[in-house]
């Protein structure tokens, strides 16, 4: 084992370690927006993911996943909603593109604007489904992202204008996803109250805005400690 793949072992599973305590402690750092909890849990994947990488990224979430789901009251829920959640920030920064931005933004616009009700209106007895589905297109997306990413190459780029990008992708596509997973799927398995009724007491902007919050405090804080910690490699390359 070379030594720059024992430090990355090394960082990943600092990194895990830091997103575990994040989870212990996001009651006292984190915010609690009633429907979800605005914490810093999501940072070391996303960190680790700029580094070394999606792939690492990925792994690096394992551990506050799987602590939630041993650990925590929400049990598996709370699990899944943490890894797509974050899954969706993280596929959207290792892939920005404009056109993924104008589409992402399009499909929240329609949602916000109404979208959402007629979408639970015809749903019927496929809310449940259609909800789940949401739920699952980041973990698909993770798959096709880990598949094409090559080992021990990022392709996050930290300088400000991809890093730009990349936090207004991830705002609308956690975003958007999250307002379909959360009132068609969360509310009526978890909470059992029916995505009809959900409407009216979690408004879908709520939820777009919290969620696109979490996007942007993730990705964003990420990539500006990865360009820290790049800078004095740039500036080794550089010379004096």
Request: hydrophobic letters at 60%.
């Amino acid at each position: 084992m070379d030594r720059d793949h024992s430090m990355k072992l090394v960082g990943e599973v600092a990194l895990a370690a830091a997103a575990i305590g994040c989870q212990i402690a996001h009651h006292r750092v984190g915010y609690d927006a009633g429907f979800m909890w605005v914490d810093l849990v999501g940072v070391p994947p996303m960190l680790a993911a700029y580094l070394w990488g999606p792939r690492a990224g990925m792994r690096v979430l394992l551990a506050p996943v799987l602590w939630i789901l041993l650990i925590e009251p929400v049990g598996w829920i709370g699990a899944g909603f943490k890894a797509s959640a974050t899954l969706a920030a993280m596929v959207a920064a290792s892939r920005p593109s404009a056109r993924l931005l104008a589409g992402g933004a399009l499909v929240a616009a329609v949602l916000l604007a109404g979208g959402t009700g007629l979408l639970v209106a015809a749903a019927g007895p496929v809310t449940e489904a259609i909800g789940a589905a949401a739920l699952a297109a980041p973990l698909v997306a993770a798959a096709i992202v880990w598949a094409q990413s090559n080992r021990g190459r990022t392709s996050l780029s930290v300088a400000w204008r991809p890093l730009l990008l990349a936090v207004g992708c991830a705002i609308v596509l956690r975003g958007s996803l999250m307002v379909i997973a959360d009132l068609l799927f969360a509310f009526p398995v978890f909470f059992g109250v029916p995505a009809g009724s959900a409407l009216s007491t979690q408004p879908p902007w709520s939820i777009f805005v919290w969620n696109g919050v979490q996007a942007a405090v993730d990705v964003a804080a990420a990539g500006v400690v990865a360009g820290w910690c790049h800078r004095p490699e740039r500036h080794s390359e550089r010379g004096p």
